[in-house]
């Protein structure tokens, strides 16, 4: 068994840094690396998880489109349902709809009214690939709640610190496994 030291180097060794995408003086944090490689994913989920553990989870929110790649394994592990945070217009029924800006331009989402339908203010928990400015994460936070759900935290594989994200959250504990 490896220890957590071990682990963590293993996921930063499979993440790379993009200069200039998706627009010039931006860098990316790219993690299709870690994905394609299983030992680093497994590790990655399974340390998520096991932070995750004794949380009361109802469902997990998951912002398109990297958000649903962490959401299915650890809905699965935590016994939680799954609650799909898209682009407008993409989803089937009537929704609820959230603009927010990005740390390089601005964006919007939706869920669907109902999506939390048959549990009453469920405890929801919000997983994303990654942490920069916060906006996916705020947006998706009152969503959720105009949805008639309640967030419990965000779990976020990579915290980019240096663009405080966090502080657009505040009040939610916030669950990271990488931190630059």
């Not at 009214?113 to 400015?133: E, H, R, S």
């Not at 916060?134 to 759900?149: K, M, V």
């Amino acid at each position: 068994m490896s220890t957590n030291a071990e682990q963590l180097a293993l996921l930063y060794s499979h993440i790379r840094d993009i200069p200039d995408f998706p627009k010039p003086g931006t860098i990316f944090t790219h993690i299709t690396p870690l994905l394609s490689n299983a030992a680093a994913f497994t590790v990655a989920v399974d340390m998520l998880a096991e932070r995750l553990r004794d949380s009361d989870i109802d469902f997990i929110a998951c912002p398109e489109a990297r958000g649903f790649i962490w959401a299915a394994p650890l809905a699965y592990q935590l016994g939680a349902g799954i609650t799909l945070i898209r682009k407008p217009d993409k989803l089937p029924a009537a929704t609820i709809e959230q603009t927010f800006d990005l740390e390089y331009g601005s964006d919007a989402l939706s869920i669907h009214v109902d999506a939390f339908a048959g549990k009453p203010n469920p405890n929801v928990l919000i997983v994303d690939d990654v942490l920069a400015t916060g906006g996916t994460a705020r947006a998706t936070a009152e969503l959720i709640s105009a949805a008639g759900g309640k967030v419990i935290g965000v779990a976020i594989l990579i915290e980019l610190n240096f663009l405080d994200g966090r502080s657009r959250l505040a009040g939610l504990p916030v669950t990271s496994l990488i931190n630059y």
